[in-house]
């Protein structure tokens, strides 16, 4: 830890590298039948620079055809620090998530990147600068910053925010968005409160557009509300102290919702940082055909099932239930 109190307060640049280059990051991009863009956001991956990294690529049951060109592609990329774990069924993305996660937690990864395969690592340094602005709030053995969201714009330059709500009345808010009616009355007694008072409502990151904004290079900070970027974010040590993967109960849906639920329950934060974007270019994994059969949609209907009874449980309540450090704790005691 003398080595981290020097980097913190002294910010060496040399001895902060070296300290990156210990850290192994771990990366699960989740692929079903898009198999182009998997090996494209991979082929971005392994030019990253400064950092080591581990990439495991979980494929959701496509078919023999596509799985033959994600592997053949893959093969041509020549990055040998990859695996790919095949499975017979669509677990979704929470499950298909979490079996990349246990992979790389057996690999000694305590930083892992779970990214959708339609994001492209333009630049090479993406990675580097995420761990190195970060760690010295993650680092910290009384960290509770649980997640990382990096900086993902769209292809016509809008920054993505994400799912954010506030931290306090976590719950009511989220009710809120089940109930699009009644959102769409509390924002409008917003807009006329404001309006009376004169008061302007501060402009959304995710209504600026990166191309017409400066944004400063390789700053980071504590997110004042909970904040899940669903397309590509890291969960940190902190998270896997409390956690051993993502919130299983969801199929397709709400899963930062439910992330955010577990957060809350054990008190950890989520933080942002701001490097060189990353391009999300919103190609859908799933086809609107597919979305449509009976079997996908009832999958959808058993998950939001999942996430409302979560929803309704206190915070108490899903500690007992899904915290590992409580439930160590408890087996102590007994």
Same mark, same amino acid.
Request: positive net charge.
């Given at each position: 830890?003398?080595?981290?109190?020097?980097?913190?307060?002294?910010?060496?640049?040399?001895?902060?590298?070296?300290?990156?280059?210990?850290?192994?990051?771990?990366?699960?991009?989740?692929?079903?039948?898009?198999?182009?863009?998997?090996?494209?956001?991979?082929?971005?991956?392994?030019?990253?620079?400064?950092?080591?990294?581990?990439?495991?690529?979980?494929?959701?049951?496509?078919?023999?055809?596509?799985?033959?060109?994600?592997?053949?592609?893959?093969?041509?990329?020549?990055?040998?620090?990859?695996?790919?774990?095949?499975?017979?069924?669509?677990?979704?993305?929470?499950?298909?998530?979490?079996?990349?996660?246990?992979? +790389?937690?057996?690999?000694?990864?305590?930083? &892992?990147? !779970?990214?959708? %395969?339609?994001?492209?690592?333009?630049? @090479?340094? #993406?990675?580097?600068?995420?761990?190195?602005?970060?760690?010295?709030?993650?680092?910290?053995?009384?960290?509770?910053?649980?997640?990382?969201?990096?900086?993902?714009?769209?292809?016509?330059?809008?920054?993505?925010?994400?799912?954010?709500?506030?931290?306090?009345?976590?719950?009511?808010?989220?009710?809120?968005?089940?109930?699009?009616?009644?959102?769409?009355?509390?924002?409008?007694?917003?807009?006329?409160?404001?309006?009376?008072?004169?008061?302007?409502?501060?402009?959304?990151?995710?209504?600026?557009?990166?191309?017409?904004?400066?944004?400063?290079?390789?700053?980071?900070?504590?997110?004042?509300?909970?904040?899940?970027?669903?397309?590509?974010?890291?969960?940190?040590?902190?998270?896997?102290?409390?956690?051993?993967?993502?919130?299983?109960?969801?199929? +397709?849906?709400?899963?930062?919702?439910?992330? &955010?639920? !577990?957060?809350? %329950?054990?008190?950890?934060?989520?933080? @942002?940082? #701001?490097?060189?974007?990353?391009?999300?270019?919103?190609?859908?994994?799933?086809?609107?055909?597919?979305?449509?059969?009976?079997?996908?949609?009832?999958?959808?209907?058993?998950?939001?099932?999942?996430?409302?009874?979560?929803?309704?449980?206190?915070?108490?309540?899903?500690?007992?239930?899904?915290?590992?450090?409580?439930?160590?704790?408890?087996?102590?005691?007994?």
């Amino acid at each position: 830890m003398q080595l981290l109190r020097n980097i913190i307060t002294n910010h060496q640049y040399g001895t902060y590298t070296e300290y990156i280059m210990e850290i192994v990051i771990g990366i699960v991009v989740l692929n079903y039948r898009r198999e182009e863009l998997t090996i494209r956001c991979v082929k971005s991956l392994a030019l990253q620079q400064g950092v080591i990294m581990r990439i495991v690529i979980v494929d959701n049951a496509s078919d023999d055809e596509e799985y033959s060109r994600l592997i053949d592609g893959l093969k041509k990329l020549n990055v040998n620090y990859y695996n790919v774990i095949r499975n017979t069924d669509n677990l979704g993305f929470a499950r298909g998530m979490n079996l990349g996660i246990d992979y +790389l937690r057996k690999h000694s990864c305590n930083y &892992i990147f !779970l990214a959708n %395969s339609d994001l492209v690592f333009e630049n @090479t340094d #993406i990675l580097f600068e995420l761990i190195r602005e970060s760690i010295p709030m993650t680092e910290n053995p009384d960290s509770n910053i649980a997640i990382i969201n990096p900086f993902i714009v769209n292809p016509n330059g809008e920054v993505q925010e994400g799912i954010h709500f506030s931290k306090t009345l976590t719950r009511l808010h989220m009710w809120k968005t089940q109930f699009p009616l009644i959102d769409r009355i509390s924002q409008y007694f917003k807009t006329v409160h404001r309006r009376n008072t004169g008061n302007k409502e501060e402009s959304s990151i995710s209504c600026r557009n990166y191309k017409n904004q400066k944004y400063a290079s390789k700053e980071a900070y504590i997110d004042n509300r909970y904040k899940v970027v669903g397309c590509g974010f890291v969960l940190t040590p902190a998270f896997f102290k409390h956690f051993s993967g993502l919130f299983a109960g969801t199929f +397709l849906y709400n899963e930062e919702y439910t992330t &955010i639920l !577990l957060l809350k %329950s054990v008190g950890l934060q989520t933080m @942002t940082v #701001i490097t060189n974007p990353i391009l999300h270019i919103h190609a859908a994994s799933t086809s609107i055909v597919e979305k449509n059969t009976d079997d996908f949609q009832k999958r959808i209907h058993i998950g939001k099932r999942a996430f409302l009874k979560l929803l309704l449980m206190t915070d108490a309540e899903v500690r007992r239930r899904y915290d590992i450090k409580y439930k160590n704790m408890r087996n102590r005691d007994e």
